[in-house]
């Protein structure tokens, strides 16, 4: 299985609301990541795990809450938001450590009202 | 921190005609360089990568160049074809391995 899922596919939610993306691999990876992309842009680092602990925190808003409950599982838990966080969100994993691919999973699309 | 700037932005060729993305990047620890294709509502996919130890990488009619010198690489695509046609990502990837930072995008048009 080479492949990387995430749920939901799309998500509306207000700014008061508490919601959660999560995303899945089986692949073995040690690396998984949060990526947000907002139209027409690159993908832009959010978080990165390494064996299930926070490795990079890119100075992203508390709002934001990362979470790795085993090495297959990848978190993100959402509250308070802003409608400028609208965006795709993107998980991906890779094996480790020294430059490997990363595999992305199909994204989160994040609607704030 | 590393900094990657991609031309061109956008770059529409006719079929069969060769595309070149040219990018440069600023942390000369930078030691990964990735090429990522990103269709309109999918997600990123690899299609070549390049390390800092080689200087050119072929895959059919995909090929990357590295230049370490002058800390620039390019993406070059031969006989174009119609579903070519996406956003192509650069992408330099720090010592540590798992800092990625990507350039800004060129979204390729393949006219048939």
């Known amino acids: 299985d080479t492949e990387v899922t995430q749920t939901p596919k799309h998500l509306v939610m207000g700014m008061t609301n508490k919601k959660s993306l999560k995303c899945e691999q089986h692949?073995?990876?040690?690396?998984m990541y949060w990526y947000k992309q907002k139209a027409k842009k690159p993908p832009e680092l959010m978080f990165v795990?390494?064996?299930?602990?926070?490795?990079i925190n890119e100075s992203v808003p508390s709002r934001f809450s990362p979470e790795c409950p085993n090495s297959s599982l990848l978190n993100l838990h959402l509250h308070a938001l802003q409608p400028e966080d609208s965006a795709l969100y993107l998980c991906a994993s890779s094996q480790g450590q020294g430059g490997y691919e990363q595999y992305f999973g199909p994204g989160t699309r994040l609607t704030v009202t | 921190g590393e900094n990657v700037e991609q031309h061109p932005s956008t770059l529409s060729v006719q079929e069969g005609d060769s595309a070149v993305i040219k990018c440069t990047y600023s942390?000369?620890?930078?030691?990964?360089f990735p090429w990522y294709k990103q269709e309109l509502g999918k997600r990123p996919q690899l299609i070549i990568d390049i390390r800092s130890n080689v200087g050119e990488k072929k895959d059919q009619r995909i090929a990357v160049t590295l230049n370490k010198t002058a800390k620039h690489f390019s993406l070059h695509i031969t006989e174009t074809q119609p579903e070519d046609s996406a956003v192509y990502f650069c992408a330099a990837t720090d010592t540590g391995g798992f800092k990625t930072i990507f350039g800004a995008g060129t979204r390729l048009f393949v006219k048939a």
């Open positions: 795990y390494s064996y299930e602990k926070l490795s």
């Open positions: 692949m073995g990876h040690r690396a």
């Open positions: 942390d000369s620890a930078s030691n990964y």
